[in-house]
Structures are given as structure tokens and as C-alpha cells.
């Protein structure tokens, strides 16, 4: 199957929908610190979308076996149209899709060696650009009780989903 030039969720394979499908389901089903909320499943969405448009290929296509998923992460790692930091989020969520398949858990707890040093995936160039002090999870819930209603929805939104504010803009 020959991926479009904007493959997005309306273009992907029957496959490639029933697995995102299954793997999002399980991600709504986790309870706790685990939790994962709509805005989270909307960015792995946009990964599946954007891996497709790096790859050339469906991603049951990378699910087959370790080397297929090798190929993919080298094609991802290569694609200098992408963000140091939209490249480790791809190659991290395809680390986990492809444990998934293989062992059914959302998490990487029971992935082989080689697939958590996939998901661990830490690009060079990546080093300089990483804050020195992120925010704590007591910081955000000072900076929630301090702001308006419409503020705290949108800070507690781009906190938890993880979207930069032109992403979730966008969406």
C-alpha cells in the first residue's frame, strides 16, 4: 500500500485502525498515575499519521518483527523534516505499539532488552535543547489554583496531552 503525501487517520489501512484502535482502548482502560486522557490518544493519533508519512508504509508493516521495527526507527531517526523531539516521540510510540502487539501491555514492563533500548531512544542533538528545570507536578498545581477557569483548562489540557501550543492549535 503506497502511503498519501498527508496520510492522516482517515487514509490509514483497515489494520493499521483496528491496531490503534485496540492499543488506545487499553490506554482508556488504565487507572491511577497511569491514566491516559482523550488529548494523549489524540497526539499518538498524529504519530501513527506522521510515522506512515516517514516510513512510506503502513505501521502493521513495522509490527511484523524486530527488524522491520529497526527499519522504521532508522527511517525515523533520518528524517531531518522533523523536530529532534518529534522524532524521539515517534520512535518511543512505535517502541511501544510494537510491544504491544507482541505482548499485549500498553507499558514496555514486559518488552525485551532491545525494545526498552529502543523506546529509550535519546537523540545527540537532543541533549542541548532539553530544559534544565522542568516543572514539577507541585509546581503545576500551584500555577492551576492561581489561574482563571478558561487558563487551567488550557494549561492542565497542554500539560497532560503533551501538545506544543501550535499542535494543539491545530487541532
Known amino acids: 500500500m503506497a502511503i498519501p503525501k498527508n496520510y492522516d487517520y482517515h487514509d490509514w489501512s483497515a ?45 502493521m508493516a513495522h509490527m511484523k518483527d524486530l527488524e522491520s521495527l529497526r527499519r522504521a526507527v532508522k527511517a525515523i531517526e533520518e528524517a531531518k523534516d522533523y523536530s529532534t523531539e518529534s522524532r524521539r516521540d515517534y520512535i518511543k510510540f512505535i517502541a511501544r505499539l510494537f510491544s504491544f502487539v507482541k505482548t499485549g501491555d500498553t507499558s514496555l514492563a514486559d518488552a525485551g532488552k ?44 497542554l500539560y497532560e496531552s503533551g501538545f506544543r501550543i501550535g499542535e494543539f492549535l491545530s487541532t
Open 15 to 59: 489494520q493499521d485502525a483496528r491496531l490503534f484502535g485496540d492499543f488506545s482502548d487499553a490506554l482508556l482502560k488504565l487507572t491511577g498515575r497511569h491514566r491516559v486522557h482523550m488529548p494523549r490518544i489524540t497526539k499518538l493519533r498524529a504519530c501513527v499519521s506522521s510515522i506512515g508519512k516517514i516510513t512510506g508504509k503502513p505501521l
Open 114 to 157: 532491545e525494545i526498552k533500548a529502543i523506546a529509550d531512544y535519546s537523540p545527540e542533538d537532543n541533549e542541548k535543547k532539553a530544559p534544565k528545570a522542568v516543572i514539577t507536578r507541585e509546581e503545576m498545581r500551584e500555577l492551576l489554583k492561581l489561574s482563571g477557569t478558561l487558563d487551567r483548562a488550557l494549561i492542565a489540557t
